[in-house]
Nanobody
Framework: QVQLVESGGGLVQPGGSLRLSCTASGTLIGIYVMGWYRQAPGKQRELVAVETTDGTTKYADSVKGRFTMSRDNAKNTVFLQMNSLKPEDTATYYC????????WGQGTQVTVSS
């Protein structure tokens, strides 16, 4: 069983920055990739950034150049550095780990508002 715990969300003004963290615990076996998704009220969950098996990171067009995903393997943690935040970035952000199975975190709220 794998558990994912996100942190780092909050309220920020437009143009501001936040850094989200997601730490995986439990039995991690084999190759896995991690990603960040978000869901705004009344909308479907969408991909924000995801690792690929060739070691690169794929970003949604809406966040390219503003968001950066990174990983600390020693701590089983991934980060999402979000800069130049916009009101349309407001959503609940979820971490996902994909191996043979798919695991989701509980989500962390990000609100961008003046």
């Amino acid at each position: 069983q794998v558990q994912l715990v996100e942190s780092g969300g909050g309220l920020v003004q437009p143009g501001g920055s936040l850094r989200l963290s997601c730490t995986a615990s439990g039995t991690l076996i084999g190759i896995y990739v991690m990603g960040w998704y978000r869901q705004a009220p009344g909308k479907q969950r969408e991909l924000v950034a995801v690792e690929t098996t060739d070691g690169t990171t794929k970003y949604a067009d809406s966040v390219k150049g503003r968001f950066t995903m990174s990983r600390d393997n020693a701590k089983n943690t991934v980060f999402l550095q979000m800069n130049s935040l916009k009101p349309e970035d407001t959503a609940t952000y979820y971490c996902r780990l994909l191996s043979a199975l798919s695991y989701w975190g509980q989500g962390t709220q990000v609100t961008v508002s003046s």
